[in-house]
């Protein structure tokens, strides 16, 4: 049964996060990113927790949306998000949020501005695993330090992939590392045509993500997501037309146009 003090508490996030929304045109935050393919490698954790997505090993393409989030100009220090979305083996799509934190037991929970994308990166909101619980995290890393700025991110994708090492951990566990995500070219600005992603509607198979934090985050998510801008999984492709949506979703694989049949009602 909800407590009511998460019901007052979704409420007034809900309210607040779709007056934000209402005002920025449809984002209350991360509102211009930098979307690049996501070749996901993924070899296992060291030590099962009992679902496909952490103990198997597979590969899976998708995209990533890299973005900062108040949208303070560079080299202002800003929150980083990463935000991935793939096909998983059943045929669904799943999004994985991520934002700038610190590496310890008590930084993997607090948001940390930042002024370079390589660092550290947490889920932040808890995962359930049966009757575990845990946190994912990714740790960005190029040879040399890179300035969160949209232009030195696709500088450094054009040279070769930028390197996301997967890692999970217990909320005060150390973290383990159980895949890398490959980030490459062609990068594309997603300004005019932002992507929506929702973790609590888009679950990672096997994940289930858990406790009153995202309870009270899927309000949010839900009240943002009623202020229009564009269409969900639309992203622009390299080789598209200017004003050209791209499907993401059907196949992890490879970007689709997306036409007049190919649109679903939601």
């Not at 809900?14 to 209402?22: K, S």
């Not at 070749?39 to 590969?59: C, N, V, Y």
């Not at 383990?176 to 062609?186: E, I, K, N, T």
């Amino acid at each position: 049964m909800r407590q009511p003090g998460t019901s007052l508490a979704r409420s007034a996030l809900a309210a607040t996060f779709g007056t934000a929304a209402r005002l920025r045109h449809g984002r209350p935050l991360h509102p211009a990113g930098l979307v690049l393919d996501a070749h996901m490698r993924l070899h296992g954790a060291p030590r099962p927790w009992g679902t496909p997505f952490l103990d198997q090993a597979m590969e899976l393409r998708g995209v990533a949306r890299l973005s900062r989030s108040v949208g303070v100009p560079a080299p202002l220090p800003d929150i980083l998000g990463i935000a991935l979305r793939w096909e998983q083996q059943d045929g669904t799509v799943a999004d994985l949020l991520l934002a700038s934190t610190g590496r310890n037991r008590i930084g993997r929970r607090v948001l940390r501005p930042a002024g370079r994308w390589t660092g550290m990166y947490s889920s932040l909101f808890p995962y359930q695993v049966g009757e575990r619980r845990l946190l994912l995290g990714a740790l960005l890393h190029t040879p040399v330090s890179l300035p969160a700025t949209f232009d030195a991110l696709a500088l450094a994708a054009e040279f070769g992939p930028v390197v996301l090492e997967l890692l999970v951990a217990a909320p005060t566990g150390p973290w383990r590392l159980f895949g890398q995500v490959h980030l490459s070219a062609p990068a594309r600005p997603d300004a005019e045509r932002p992507m929506r992603f929702d973790p609590i509607r888009h679950p990672i198979q096997g994940l289930r993500p858990a406790g009153w934090l995202n309870e009270i985050r899927g309000a949010a998510y839900t009240a943002a997501q009623r202020v229009p801008d564009v269409p969900e999984k639309t992203v622009l492709h390299a080789g598209a037309a200017p004003h050209e949506p791209v499907a993401v979703t059907g196949s992890a694989h490879r970007a689709e146009p997306v036409t007049a049949s190919s649109r679903r009602p939601r």
